[in-house]
């Protein structure tokens, strides 16, 4: 890099990656830094469901974000898969909710949102064991396919003249008065105009790590691992996604079928479980009794950057005048994405913001 970027982000998950692309698409050069591979952690671990699981019990903040980036996928999808020729594989596959205790909930919740929604009748259910309550069947749900959707969009920034840096260690800041005027990597010293912070599970550690005895408004950000699996299904077996209790089976379209996923406190350790692939696997055959016909083919864990609430941080740091931050989507990286970096480039652009910032600033209880 010969000259400092506009923009510098450091983490190259599916919200760096958005973002980058937002503020590309607003006219501002853009460099990601990450410490691995762009998108090789929770982005490509996840499942890929564009919605919150049961988005009715969840904070309205979090539906927010969620309800305008549905508005901002189709187009998305379509573009990248345009000039990229990597399809991200959005599906508009619909989504059957096998218990609903609180259906009154749900549907007032589907109804003032906008999405459709209906009781499933037992033709959903002809292949499904399950003992279902009041099953809801939404069929304008849609999912991608996340390490598609990585690909795709790591594509769009080099075809866009994006520098992205990958296996750089972010060190140290050189800070002048209010603001960061260079960071510290393992590559080297880089000067910056704008900063932000996207680096989902880590991103607490790093402001603790770069910022101890200036800052006190460290954003409260925790890894939680998630496992999964993968059965090497043939296309038809399973046509939409199904979410049974706190789990789920979410088919892609070359017939593989996911099954997801366990929730788990257990630090920056990425390592799998024979229990939690007995538990998933256990759970995936009761629930499709088909898939004891086909073998899993991948198992693998993932860490979600957990909130208390769920809720992102997206805001401008209080402190430091060019420090933003822009993580913590718990499950729900993919589903608040493209909201998500609308309106961190709306902070940072000084635009009229498509969603009320309020909920997702520093200073707010997460």
Known sequence: MTTTPDITLIG???????????????GATVAIIDKNQLGQESSWAGGGILLPLYPWRQPDAISRLVLQSLKLYPALAAQLTAETLIDPEWNPCGLLITKNPDMTAAVNWCDAN?????????????????????????????QARNPRLVKSLKQDLINKGATLIEHCELTGITRTNSRI???????????????????????????RQLFSAAIDNAPKIAPVKGQMLLFDALPETLKF????GD?????????????????????????????????LHA???????????????????????GTEHGIPYIDQHPEIDNLYINAGHFRNGL??????????????????????????????PH
């Open 12 to 26: 190259g998950g599916i919200i760096g990656l958005l973002t980058a692309r937002e503020f590309i698409k607003a």
């Open 114 to 142: 906008a999405m459709l929604c209906q009781p499933a009748d037992a033709g959903f259910l002809n292949n499904i064991n399950t003992i279902p309550d009041q099953p809801l069947w939404l069929p304008g749900i849609a």
């Open 335 to 364: 589903a608040m994405g493209p909201a998500s970096a609308q309106l961190m480039v709306d902070l940072v652009l000084q635009r009229t913001t498509q969603v009320v910032p309020e909920p997702y600033k520093l200073t707010s």
């Open 241 to 244: 996604m199904v979410l049974d």
């Open 181 to 207: 005027t260079a960071i510290n990597t393992s590559s080297g010293q880089l000067a910056v105009n704008q900063l932000i912070i996207a680096a989902g599970a880590w991103t607490g550690q790093l402001f």
């Open 283 to 305: 759970f995936a055959v009761n629930l499709l009794p088909s898939l004891n016909s086909f073998p899993i083919v991948q198992h693998w864990a993932g860490l979600r950057p």
């Open 247 to 279: 789990q789920y089976l979410i088919p892609r379209l070359d017939g593989k079928i996911l099954a997801g996923s366990t929730v788990e406190q257990d630090d920056f350790n990425k390592t799998t479980t024979e229990e939690a692939r007995d538990r």
